[in-house]
């Protein structure tokens, strides 16, 4: 198969992967898992004794948990050894991403701060940007904020109102706005502003001491309590013109492809914190007693921690295998120097997988801690049980970074958009996909694993059959019809959450791990790849019958039931092996 394809943004649609192309959590090296060791013990240790004091937000407490991690390198991992920091590679952000939510509120401001705030210096500023402020970054002697959002303008980041004019010296820009919903703003030192420069989005690094910059009162949200949340409020602020990030009236480039990276950076951290939810209920569960047993010896509540489990394995799977991606796609940067137009390119060219890792990410997180205030009945509902403060906690996932909708609109419109453009031949392929089906029954004969890697074959035609009947029938409307857009994005985000799944599988197959751990990894990707093949199923029907209609229809129709059969399988005897492993684990049991 062409591995140009393979390793291309949306590329997995169109071709045929093999597990060998793909990067599992198995295969982290040494220094991997000592930095994810080393990351535990420091939450661990330092800050979840004290997230009571976190929540309240104690003053001054976060920027000395900072300091501590910049002490211990974690702040620097992408920020190059020239400047301080540790120069990292991807799967090195996914294992630190995956712990430090067992700080609660202290993750947020983490990931605000080494993601969005400090990677639009590291990928789109100058030499001398970087000089400046990479180093004080990197240490945690200066801290970071992102400034997109506005109050009339979140999802729709391009309506920004705040304005930049040039001076008549022309050495400053002066900046008028108001920043909403603003992570870190209560205590970081420069804040990455965007602002419109003749109606052009442009980035400036804004700095907490410039005249003319203030700030709202603490918002009291509903979550993630113990991080800042504020207004950033310019009036007048003079920023000195080499203070642009990227290029001039082109601050899009910089604000949606750092987004990208972020979006890819939260799912990790909401597997990390899905894995805590699923312990901290395993826990619970085993201590409480109703009826006179355990809570975990019932079908109704082993069969949520399978449920749990499983979709957690997906999501991890297409982390890692999404690092592999970005690793790829970096690795040849020098982020030295300037390398602006090179970082846009690579950080656009997995855009679509990024948005796909948020969305499966958040959502399975929301199910973890859904799940376990149930488990946990009343007590669920109890400050006093961690659990209460997950659920609240977990809600601005499927919010941050935009919205869920937002990242599932991004995916139909992407591969459109690439497609009519000839990057991506996904309209030929859909063609073909058609033609073939008339003339074939598309059977198998595979078992096991073998069958499941058919399965995603299947599920990738079917996507492609969706998707070019719906361009070719439903044409420009396509673009504005939400309802099948978001049709085609849950087919997408489905196949490549199974698909992941099924080649980690594939792969783990032939690794030197635990029997326990290659049971639960068969057993885990047998039941999402059945799950993920049902909902696709749904959903290209719901598609087609929008788009299609009349004798063409029913053959079509006709066509997609010869497309899905596929072997019959046990589904509750599935999730009672992979219960039993989860119950004997008493945690995620795998890692």
Not at 47 to 61: F, N, S, T
Request: hydrophobic content about 45%.
């Amino acid at each position: 198969m062409d591995l140009d394809l393979a390793l291309k943004g949306g590329g997995f649609l169109l071709a045929e992967i093999t597990p060998d192309q793909v990067f599992t959590p198995e295969e982290l090296n040494e220094d991997h898992l000592q930095l994810k060791k080393m990351t535990r013990s420091f939450v661990e240790k330092e800050i979840a004794p004290k997230i009571e004091a976190l929540e309240e937000q104690e003053d001054g407490l976060i920027r000395s948990f900072m300091a501590q991690a910049g002490e211990l390198g974690l702040l620097g991992l992408e920020v190059p050894e020239e400047f301080g920091g540790m120069s990292m590679d991807k799967y090195s952000t996914v294992v630190v991403g995956e712990e430090v939510p067992r700080g609660a509120s202290f993750a947020v401001a983490f990931a605000a701060h080494t993601g969005i705030g400090t990677l639009p210096i590291v990928y789109f500023g100058t030499p001398e940007q970087k000089a400046k402020y990479l180093p004080g970054l990197a240490s945690g002697e200066t801290i970071a904020a992102y400034c997109l959002t506005e109050p009339g303008s979140g999802s729709d980041a391009l309506g920004a109102k705040a304005t930049a004019v040039l001076n008549a010296e022309g050495t400053h820009y002066i900046l008028n706005g108001t920043k909403q919903f603003i992570t870190n703003a209560g205590f970081a030192d420069i804040f990455l502003v965007y602002a419109k420069v003749d109606g052009k989005l442009t980035n400036f690094i804004v700095e907490r001491t410039m005249p003319g910059v203030s700030f709202g009162p603490e918002e009291k949200k509903m979550g993630i309590k113990g991080s800042s949340t504020r207004q950033v409020i310019l009036e007048d602020v003079a920023v000195p013109v080499e203070n642009v990030v990227g290029e001039l009236g082109r601050g899009h480039v910089v604000a949606f492809n750092i987004l990208n990276v972020g979006r890819f950076k939260l799912a990790a951290a909401a597997i990390g914190s899905a894995q805590l939810a699923l312990e901290v209920t395993l826990k619970y569960a085993e201590e409480r007693k109703q009826f006179g047993v355990p809570l975990n010896s019932f079908g109704a509540i082993q069969t949520k921690f399978a449920e749990i489990a499983t979709r957690t394995y997906l999501a991890e799977s297409v982390v890692y295998r999404t690092a592999g991606l970005m690793e790829e796609a970096c690795k040849d940067l020098d982020v030295t120097g300037d390398c602006r137009k090179e970082a846009g390119k690579a950080l656009e060219e997995h855009a679509v997988e990024c948005s796909l890792n948020k969305v499966i990410a958040s959502e399975v997180l929301d199910l973890a801690v859904d799940e376990g205030v149930q488990v946990h009945g009343g007590y669920g509902f109890i400050a006093e049980y961690p659990i209460e403060r997950m659920y609240r906690d977990s809600r601005i996932n499927r919010l941050f970074e935009g919205t869920n909708e937002i990242n599932r609109l991004l995916v139909p419109g992407t591969l459109l958009k690439r497609a009519m453009s000839g990057e991506l031949p996904l309209l030929a392929a859909a063609k073909n996909v058609s033609k073939d089906l008339m003339s074939s029954g598309l059977g198998s004969e595979e078992e096991g694993l073998a069958a499941l890697l058919d399965m995603t074959q299947k599920a990738k035609k079917l996507c492609l059959m969706a998707s070019g009947i719906a361009a070719q029938n439903l044409g420009m409307e396509l673009k504005d019809n939400q309802y099948v857009l978001l049709g085609l994005a849950e087919m997408v985000l489905q196949v490549y959450a199974m698909e992941s799944g099924v080649l980690r599988a594939l792969k783990v197959q032939e690794m030197d791990v635990t029997d326990d751990h290659k049971l639960f990894v068969e057993k885990a990707a047998t039941l999402g790849a059945y799950s993920a093949m049902n909902m696709i199923e749904q959903h290209a029907k719901e598609v087609i019958c929008a788009a299609e209609q009349g004798d063409s229809l029913s053959t079509v129709l006709a066509g997609i039931r010869k497309l899905v059969r596929r072997p019959n399988v046990d589904m509750i005897g599935l999730r009672q092996e992979i219960a039993k492993l989860v119950v004997e684990k008493g945690k995620y049991p795998i890692r």
